[in-house]
Structure formats: C-alpha cells, structure tokens
C-alpha cells in the first residue's frame, strides 16, 4: 500500500510540476533570503526544544525517575531520525533502547510511547479542528478525499478532541476500543498534551511559513490549517518522512503554487528534517571521541552512556541518507554558475567518471547501510572508504562542496564509531527484509520522477547514451542511474540464487563438547538445555557463544537468549536472524530476558510476556524466619519420616543410574504422559552424566532424584529433571527444594532458580493489550488445563524475586501460530501435546 501511495503522490505531482522548470526551481532557491533561512533554522531549534515537552509529561505519566538531560537526549535523538527516516529506518527502537537504558521497564517503555502517540493526534486534531472550522479551505478533488471542504472533517477532530477531554476529566477506568485498554491521563496531563502538541505544528507550520515566496498570499492560520492536513495525510501514507505525500498536498491546495513554492518546501526538507539528522550524527562522533579520548568530564561521562545505545541505528540511517544524496545529486543538472569553473579546472573525463562512481557509490551505501545495521565489521571498512570517495569525487564532478560537507561530517562521525561493529558476518548474506527493500524501492522510484523532471525538455534518443560533454547532464544522469541500478541488481540477484539451506543437523558430540565449555563459563543455567543433544546450534563468529534452537512448522525457535559473552551473544542472534531470513522461516526467541529485549527490538521482532521466572536470593534463605513457617513445618516432617539429602558427583551416577531410570519411568506412568522436550530436560543418560545429582534417599534407598545446574563463580544453582517415586511422601519434592537451597547457600551460591510460572505476572490493566487480557484471564481461570496459579503460588512459598520473560518474534497474525509451533515443540508433537 506505502509504494502504490508514493508512486500515486509522485505521478500526481509530475503532473503539477509539468509547466516547471529545474533550473527555474534552482534559481529559486537561491534567492530565498538569508534572513528567512536563519529564521527558519531559530523555529526549528524552538521546536525541537518543544517536542522535548512529549517525552517529559510521558515520563511523569508513567511515574518512573529520569533526569531531565535524560529526557531531552531521548527525545531530540529520537525525533531527530524519526523525521528524517520515518518508521522504516526510524526512532522508535532509539527510544525504546535509551529509556530502557535509563532504567525504564519494557511495559514502562511502551505506556510511555503510548502516551507520546496519543499527545502528538490529540494536539493534532484539537488545533486542527479548530483551524479547520474557523478557517476552512477548499479540498481539490484530485487528491482522492472524500471531502469538499476541510469543515466536516474539522468538527469531526473537535468531537474526537471533546471525548478525549471528557474522559480524562470524567473517567476512571480504561476506554475499551477494538480489543485494546486505552487509559486517558488525567485532565490536566491532557490539556498539558494538547498545549504541547499544538505548539509543536504551530512551531513546524511558521518554519515553512517564513520560508514561502512573497507572492504566497496565504495568512498564518489559514496556512497552518492546510500544513495540518498534509501532515495527516503523510502520516496515513507510511511512506518514510512523508515524501512526496506532504509536498502534494501543500502544492495542491495552497492557492499559488510556483517555482519558489517548490524551493521553499526543498529548503524546509533541509532545514526541519536534513539538519537535525546531521546535529544528531555529529552528536554521536564527538561524544564517542570523547569517550575513546577519555576527556569527558563526570558529568558528560555519564550522558555519553547514550551513544553506545544508538550510534548503530543512527548511523545507520545516515549512511542510507549519505548513499541518496550521491544518487539525488547524480540525477540533477550541474549548478550553471559553477560550469565554467569546471570547464577551466576539470577534464570532461575527469567530471564524467566521477559522476558515474559516485552514483555507483551511493547506491553501494544504500546496501552497506544495511550491513552497518547488523553491525558487521567489514561494512563499517567499506563505508569509510565509500564516505571518503564520495566526498573526492563530489567535488570532482562538479565542485559540489555543499553535497561533500554531508558526506564528510558522516564519515567523521562514523570513524570513531568502530568498537559497534565487531560482527565478521557476509556483507551480501540474505537479509534485507521487507522495510529495507520497501526503502531502497522508494528512493529508487524518487530517482526515476526525479530525472524525468530535471530532464523533461530533453528529447530522449539512443545517441544519450554515449553523449559526453561538459553540458552533457541528462547522459550523466542516464549512466548514472543505470550504474546505480546495476548494482543493486547485481545484490538482488545474488540474494536470489543464493541456495536456501536445510536446518542445521543435530549437534555433534563436538559440537556438544564445544557448547559445554560455554555453557559452564556462564553465569545462567539454562544454557544447561543445550547438553540434551536435542537442539540445533548456530555459533557465533568467534565461536564464543550460541543459539540452541528447535524447528517446527515455518518457526525457528530459540530456547532462551543465546548463551555466552554479550558481544559474541549478539553476533550468534543476528547470525540466527539471518539463517532464518535465508531459509524463508519465522525466526523466535522463547524465554529470552526483559535486559536483552533492545536486541530483539532492533531485529524488528515483537514482544509477548510469557510469565514471570522465580529466583531465589539464597544469602537471605533461612528456615528461621516466620515467613518460612511452612517450609520449616515440611522440613522437620521429612526428616522424621527418614528422609535425608545427598549430592552425588557423575563420577558415581552409573552406580545409581537403573535406580533413576527405575523412578522415573515410574513417575511417567503415575502421570499418564509422555516425556516433553526443547525447554524441559528428558531422561537421557548422556546428559545426566553431565551433572551431579541431588538425591532424596530413605531406607537407603532413593526414592526422588533432580539433576544440578550450577552456573560458574557460584552465581546460579537450579534443577531441571525432577522425578519421584509414587511411594515417595506427597512432600519430597519440597523438601529437595528446601535442601538445595541450604546446600546452595554453605556452597556460596548467590541465586536458586525456581523457573518460570507461565502467564503469571501478566497484567490486565488499564493499558492492557488483547494478549495481556486474554493471557490474565487464562491465568485465573484455567485451572482444568494447567494449575497456572498452583504453580505460581507453589514457587511464592520460597519468596523469590520474579522477573519477566518474554517470546520474541515477528508479531501480527502469525503470533498465534508461532505459539502453536512453540508448543508442539516442547510438547513433543501434536499428539503429545494433548496428553496431560
């Protein structure tokens, strides 16, 4: 739908422009005065200032402390890539990533966008409503709205502003509206919303405003009213920044579009959007120079925190900005003040290749953005080169000393920033999804309008094609885009044939071998999960961590966050990424923790909350404390029935291995089921002998038995197999919690893991989505299927700290049949699945 708007945008506006002239529209833009533009720049410092005001009622509204520099770096970095690149390449994971860093949670972070959403449409509809009403202006029908005039359209804003007003006064409780909770703020947080929000079009309208030609003859309000409607119509295009969508709408409606028009929206492109993105890249460059360099005073120390956080994303988007202004400048005609300049100091070969190579080179920036985005060593090495030919050959063909000032500043910037991208990955591996395609698709598309404009006087013959001359500009521009396309043929086309591969095999005992020294140098235990010899690996690079996964149906799921150093952990999660992307499949992360989410966030995954997992501090364990009556009730009662603890190393578990065998194929048969898989251990004498063995023994005899995980530097103890004997007292698996932990706790272990309690934790409140709802309601009343609360009220006898887990993955409509996936997978299978 986004590509069939801005192709729809774009042909309606080489309609518009069809009496225009390039070199008309240059000469413009030129000629708007320098007062205007300072002006323009001073409106959209003060606006940006005030868009900060979002971020800060947001933050009081969540209730969580964060400091006002805090608050301002968040918001100007974010906005400043959200203008610029929209939703596509833009600021929502800058946001989620640096609140998250600030200390924010992930339900924090996302009622905190959720308020930031609701303050920019509510401002928007109630200052709109208003101008609309007041100063309503005619709706050209060859725009394709349903309306005539702007008047009903603004009464129905000041209805929907009037609700949302009247709630946050009246109402208490959530506003239920398509399966989603919608709280209002209170009254005076909305009209705060309103008065930020309505400043903040105010202050972008008046930086176009100043910047229109004299001949506009359209007063201040009356203009604001039609930028307000450009701006929702962009908004509801999804096409990134809302080009074309805003610069249609404006030169449609507006009652005297020219030449100068044109200019002034190209400089307000630079100046509102283009500017801050550059304010934000070179942010970037000197607080990572300085933090390398080691002269940040305490103060800046702490906020230069923030560029580790975002400097790949921003980068990111800078390099995908730097590689279409050699493509833009590449489709345009040579300023003709500077022709006979060029004529005297350049050899046309000289001005003819370095047109060529630098529209080859934008459009290799354009791939590489999107390796510096997986954070791969190598793009980081080839953008810089890429950056620095770009700035020579700028200047080379044509003295374009504005167009190699962008491209020198990214690359400054870009250079200190190579400790973010240590990834070894393949540049041309098969991962550009749908938003980065969409992207290039686009500004390809912009490219083609772009020179058929600049180029419409020139008949098109074959003879273009080897025309070669100082003046020569729609040839240059011809090879130019064919150079371009080539490339990106060429990367298309490589993705194509390149074979899909199978699903890794089964691991080796190598392999296996090879993931236990990881797994034993982690402080986590679940990595524990991949010893079973069930689950597939990806390593990293280096090889020092991995991705253990299982495959079912179209999803690749992974069991837990990857196991090992974070920086090896991230290059095993892209690599993982990848191969799902290669293979046509869903890629998901079962289980993984709330610190890693950013991770998942910046693969463009979504999140569901599975439930909470308890951990015990085991130094504050004690059976002394009144708290811990039950527990000290079961303990006493289990010792004089007999009952006593031991810990046996692998070295002796093949003496008691029938013994465990016997109990628990016992155990299996009292519960009428199967044994389950992929996160819960299976009874194989492999893994068990990897393990010491906790033991409950009476009459010398054992009658329970738990397999030990146990995390290095003493930082984790858990259990994961555990079985009974039906003749075994209802209290025996108590009372081996109860003894692991007192045995953890003189070994000097810090933590036990108890495991998660699925779907607990999950809140029904106020901004609740559907699953949240769904998965509470379950929680409560799904006791015939799983004792949801039985569980959870079990592992609350301990008095653990709980903390969230969570599923990531692609989200929408296969949400439900990625669950499905996941739970065929544990289950064993689909008849197993069933089975209780």
């Given at each position: 739908m986004t590509v069939i708007v801005f192709v729809a945008a774009f042909w309606l506006l080489h309609h518009e422009f069809s009496t225009m002239n390039f070199r008309d529209v240059a000469d413009s833009f030129r000629s708007i005065p320098l007062s205007s533009l300072l002006l323009a720049v001073a409106l959209t410092i003060a606006n940006y200032g005030v868009m900060i005001g979002y971020d800060a009622i947001a933050v009081r509204l969540v209730g969580h402390r964060v400091t006002a520099g805090q608050i301002a770096t968040t918001s100007l970095l974010s906005y400043a890539v959200t203008n610029s690149l929209g939703t596509l390449l833009g600021g929502t994971p800058v946001r989620f990533r640096l609140y998250s860093a600030w200390g924010l949670s992930t339900t924090e972070v996302i009622r905190l966008i959720y308020y930031i959403s609701i303050a920019f449409w509510i401002g928007l509809v109630t200052l709109g409503g208003i101008l609309f009403v007041a100063a309503p202006f005619e709706i050209p029908a060859?725009?394709?709205?349903?309306?005539?005039?702007?008047?009903?359209?603004?009464?129905?804003?000041?209805?929907i502003s009037a609700v949302f007003l009247l709630s946050c006064a009246l109402r208490r409780h959530p506003v239920h509206l398509l399966g989603i909770n919608l709280q209002p703020p209170p009254l005076r947080f909305g009209l705060a919303q309103v008065a930020v929000s309505a400043v903040d079009f105010l202050l972008a309208s008046a930086t176009l405003y100043v910047l229109l030609p004299p001949n506009a003859d359209i007063g201040?309000?009356?203009f604001v009213a039609i930028f307000i409607l450009a701006i929702v119509v962009a908004m509801l295009s999804h096409v990134p920044g809302g080009v074309g969508v805003l610069e249609l709408v404006l030169v449609t409606i507006l009652p005297k579009s020219s030449n100068s028009l044109i200019a002034s929206l190209l400089a307000f492109r630079i100046i509102y959007y283009l500017l801050p993105?550059?304010?934000?890249?070179?942010?970037?460059?000197?607080?990572?120079?300085?933090?390398?360099?080691?002269?940040?005073?305490?103060?800046?120390?702490?906020?230069?925190?923030?560029?580790?956080i975002v400097a790949p994303r921003i980068m990111t988007g800078a390099v995908f900005v730097c590689g279409m202004v050699l493509l833009i400048s590449g489709s345009l005609p040579v300023a003709a003040g500077r022709l006979p300049l060029i004529r005297s100091m350049l050899p046309l070969s000289v001005v003819e290749v370095s047109h060529f190579i630098g529209s080859v080179a934008g459009a290799m920036?354009?791939?590489?953005?999107?390796?510096?985005?997986?954070?791969?060593?190598?793009?980081?090495?080839?953008?810089?080169?890429?950056?620095?030919?770009?700035?020579?050959?700028?200047?080379?063909?044509?003295?374009?000393?504005?167009?190699?000032?962008?491209l020198l500043l990214v690359l400054l910037a870009l250079i200190p920033c190579r400790q973010h991208y240590f990834r070894r990955g393949r540049l041309l591996a098969a991962s550009f999804d749908f938003n980065w395609i969409l992207a290039v698709t686009l500004s390809l598309g912009m490219l083609i309008w772009l020179i058929l404009f600049s180029f419409r006087h020139v008949d098109y013959n074959d003879q273009l094609w080897w025309s070669f001359a100082y003046h020569g500009d729609a040839p240059r521009a011809l090879r130019g885009f064919v150079g371009a396309a080539v490339v990106l043929a060429v990367v298309g086309v490589t993705q194509l044939l390149h074979p899909a591969p199978a699903a890794p095999g089964l691991p080796s005992e190598d392999e296996i071998r090879e993931a236990d020294a990881i797994v034993k140098s982690?402080?986590?235990?679940?990595?524990?999960?991949?010893?079973?010899?069930?689950?597939?690996?990806?390593?990293?690079?280096?090889?020092?961590?991995f991705v253990m996964f299982g495959c079912e149906g179209r999803s690749w799921i992974a069991m837990g966050d990857p196991v090992g150093p974070d920086d090896a952990?991230?290059?095993?999660?892209?690599?993982?990424?990848?191969?799902?992307?290669?293979?046509?499949?869903?890629?998901?992360?079962?289980?993984?923790?709330?610190?890693?989410?950013?991770?998942?966030?910046?693969m463009g995954l979504s999140m569901l909350k599975l439930g909470e997992e308890a951990r015990v501090r085991l130094a504050d364990f004690s059976l002394d404390s009144r708290a811990s009556r039950d527990l000290r009730r079961t303990n006493k009662k289990a010792l004089e029935e007999g009952l006593r603890f031991e810990i046996v190393p692998p070295s002796r578990i093949d003496e008691i291995m029938p013994r465990l065998k016997e109990i628990s194929d016992a155990w299996l048969g009292e519960k009428s089921t199967a044994e389950k898989g992929f996160s819960l251990g299976t009874f194989r004498e492999s893994y068990l002998r990897r393990c010491d063995i906790a033991l409950i023994i009476r009459n010398d005899q054992p009658?329970?038995?738990?397999?030990?995980?146990?995390?290095?530097?003493?930082?984790?103890?858990?259990?994961d197999l555990m079985r009974y004997s039906p003749a075994a007292p209802r209290s025996v698996m108590e009372y081996m919690f109860i003894q692991l932990m007192l045995w953890g706790r003189e070994q000097g272990y810090e933590w036990f893991n108890l495991g998660m309690a699925p779907l607990s934790g999950i809140e029904a409140h106020r901004l609740a989505s559907l699953w949240n709802r769904a998965s509470s309601l379950i929680f409560r009343h799904g006791e015939h299927f799983y004792n949801f609360q039985g569980l959870r009220n079990y592992k609350s006898k301990f008095n653990p700290e709980w903390t969230p887990k969570y599923l990531a993955s692609p989200g929408g409509l296969a949400s439900a049949q990625i669950l499905a996936n996941v739970s065929i997978l544990i289950s064993g299978g689909v008849r197993r699945l069933f089975r209780r």
């Open positions: 060859r725009l394709g709205l349903p309306l005539a005039t702007s008047r009903p359209l603004g009464f129905l804003m000041l209805t201040f309000l009356s993105l550059l304010t934000a890249i070179i942010s970037v460059g000197v607080a990572t120079l300085l933090r390398h360099q080691d002269r940040a005073s305490e103060i800046a120390a702490i906020g230069l925190r923030w560029t580790r920036l354009l791939v590489l953005s999107r390796g510096l985005y997986r954070r791969i060593d190598a793009a980081w090495g080839l953008t810089v080169v890429l950056l620095a030919v770009g700035v020579v050959v700028s200047l080379a063909k044509g003295f374009d000393y504005e167009e190699a000032t962008i982690q402080g986590a235990t679940y990595g524990n999960l991949a010893l079973l010899g069930d689950k597939r690996f990806i390593f990293s690079e280096d090889r020092r961590a952990a991230d290059d095993a999660a892209w690599k993982f990424r990848e191969a799902c992307d290669v293979a046509g499949v869903w890629p998901v992360f079962y289980q993984v923790a709330e610190r890693s989410l950013s991770r998942y966030i910046d009658i329970a038995f738990a397999n030990l995980w146990q995390g290095t530097e003493k930082h984790e103890l858990s259990i």
